[in-house]
């Protein structure tokens, strides 16, 4: 009989050991109970005013068995699902007032032992189905065996069963308030604010009391154990092996038991055997870490979720959980649509014109570019000058670009008769972005931004440093540029973190003073591996720290800086 719940010896102790009685509660049995939870693991006795976790396999009933021995007794059973909807059914049988083989120290037979339980179907007291926490709540039981059958039809899953013969006492479950409902006080495009009545076990009765929130986009949960099963799914979920066939190493493993190799030894030809001919596993993928949130917030009952996605709606529940027995219960949960992004202005791009864009951190901006003529290729020149910018390109709503751009790049696109283009820039989530952009039809002529090297630091010479003077190098192109050298004294503290806040490529020598201004020239080389120059800086005071600066200037005018240099005199000469 394959629905027998845990091992049969324990149904034959409440059967045919009368010491175990679980009419009213004992609390020093109790206490010993919670203390040592593993005593009731997997077995088929319920403990009396403890919560036990349980699991199902699909359409493979488990039942469940408690004593009680005097009439009048209230009782309660609570039972929680947290996977999929249970079906489950409460029964009382009558108590067998004579047992065969008493006195003789022999046990009965396993078969008949059964036969006990499943020859009278006992009075049936209550059924349920679905997936909300529901409870049998008697405020006078007749003495008898109980017996909770459960049977999941959907897919293995797990449960939790609480069970008491003391339930005006206990309340292990906070208790809901008048208006057990969760509102939406504010709605933002990424934030919602959410607002609850405080649960009489805290405010009132003065238990620990905290709450978490779950925040997701499939449904409401009416249960935190199945907002918890539902974060916990593994990589690759295995469904278990039906009863009657052997588990591997790697099942016990699965469901939290690390077994010893001797534990395995005489089973490994027959599990081996199993796994090939039988036992197949399905696997589910596991939920992304953003679909899904569990936020515990203390006492607090007002709460603003944060990071949301603009026009999205997500599902909020909310759980009263009492510290001291680790039970919840959930109010009613509520759902809302974050608001629209607001709507961006384009900008339209002049064919052959440098415009200058500022982006928000994190935020976008969006450029349309709708040439006159007819065209064969539109070349497009983004000049990022401070931090990485994401760059989208859509030609008549294809996608044709997307790439990440520092510094400047130059994009190639096909070009198309009557073609519409629409570029997106996203900002950085480090900071505010700054760039120019520049899109044009015309084939050939100089271009806007001047050529770069792919490495765009200034060396410089630690040796030839002197009390006054340091010499630098840097990299050059085959194209003919201007380069400009410019310098400021800093302080002692100025350091690397300084450096990278002012390093604004866009700007330019205007924006400098004309004092800092050390000199201008004009370089290039034909061959790449001799592209580099070299200039002794003078003027310097002893001991003093300094910014060096160099500009390389187009032919139109736009200029891009290199990393600056910070560099210091020596003291001593």
Not at 212 to 223: G, R
Not at 507 to 528: D, I, M, T
């Amino acid at each position: 009989m394959s629905w027998m719940c845990g091992c049969y010896g324990l149904v034959l102790l409440v059967l045919g050991v009368m010491g175990q009685k679980l009419p009213t509660r004992d609390e020093g049995l109790f206490q010993m109970q919670i203390r040592d939870k593993a005593l009731f693991h997997d077995s088929s006795v319920l403990p009396d005013g403890a919560e036990i976790s349980g699991y199902l396999f699909r359409d493979t009933p488990k039942r469940y068995y408690f004593v009680v021995e005097e009439d009048n007794t209230p009782l309660l059973v609570t039972l929680t699902p947290c996977d999929a909807p249970l079906e489950w059914r409460l029964t009382l049988q009558e108590l067998p007032e004579d047992r065969s083989g008493e006195g003789s120290g022999e046990q009965e037979p396993l078969e008949q032992q059964k036969q006990l339980v499943t020859a009278n179907e006992g009075t049936e007291l209550f059924t349920y189905k679905g997936n909300d926490v529901e409870s049998f709540i008697s405020t006078s039981s007749p003495s008898g065996l109980y017996q909770l059958e459960i049977i999941s039809t959907e897919k293995d899953s797990n449960f939790k069963i609480y069970s008491t013969t003391t339930p005006e006492s206990d309340q292990p479950y906070p208790e809901l308030p008048y208006d057990p409902r969760v509102d939406v006080t504010a709605l933002g495009r990424t934030t919602v604010t959410l607002a609850w009545k405080p649960t009489p076990t805290g405010s009132i009765m003065g238990q620990p009391i905290h709450y978490c929130v779950v925040i997701n986009k499939e449904h409401n949960f009416k249960s935190l154990c199945a907002a918890d099963a539902k974060m916990s799914l593994d990589e690759t979920f295995m469904i278990a092996p039906k009863p009657g066939r052997d588990f591997s190493p790697f099942d016990f493993a699965h469901f939290g038991f690390v077994p010893s190799e001797n534990d395995f030894k005489d089973r490994s030809l027959t599990t081996n055997r199993a796994l090939s001919n039988k036992m197949s596993r399905t696997y589910m993928s596991k939920p992304k870490v953003a679909d899904i949130q569990k936020i515990c917030i203390g006492n607090k009952n007002i709460f603003t979720v944060t990071d949301l996605k603009p026009d999205t709606q997500y599902y909020f529940d909310v759980f009263a959980v009492n510290t001291g027995t680790n039970m919840s219960t959930a109010y009613v949960g509520t759902f809302a649509r974050t608001k629209e992004e607001a709507k961006q202005k384009t900008v339209e791009l002049k064919d052959g014109k440098v415009i200058d864009v500022f982006i928000k951190r994190k935020g976008s901006k969006f450029l349309r570019f709708a040439p006159v003529s007819s065209h064969q290729r539109v070349t497009l020149f983004v000049h990022a000058c401070l931090d990485a910018v994401q760059v989208q390109v859509r030609r008549d709503g294809k996608l044709v670009l997307s790439q990440n751009v520092e510094g400047v790049r130059q994009f190639q696109l096909r070009g198309k008769p009557k073609a519409k283009y629409l570029i997106r820039l996203r900002g950085s989530r480090k900071g505010a972005s700054t760039l120019k952009v520049l899109a044009s039809t015309r084939a050939g002529g100089k271009q806007p931004f001047p050529a770069l090297p792919e490495d765009t630091r200034i060396k410089a010479f630690d040796k030839l440093r002197t009390c006054s003077s340091v010499t630098v190098a840097w990299l050059g192109t085959q194209e003919r540029n201007k380069y400009c050298v410019y310098r400021r004294e800093v302080p002692e503290s100025y350091g690397e973190e300084h450096r990278r806040r002012e390093q604004n490529q866009c700007a330019g020598p205007e924006s400098r003073r004309k004092s800092e201004k050390v000199l201008c020239k004009y370089f290039h080389s034909a061959n790449l591996q001799k592209a580099v120059t070299t200039e002794t800086i003078m003027g310097f005071e002893a001991g003093k720290s300094y910014l060096l600066d160099v500009y390389v200037v187009g032919h139109s005018g736009h200029s891009v800086k290199y990393q600056s240099k910070l560099v210091k005199t020596r003291k001593y000469c």
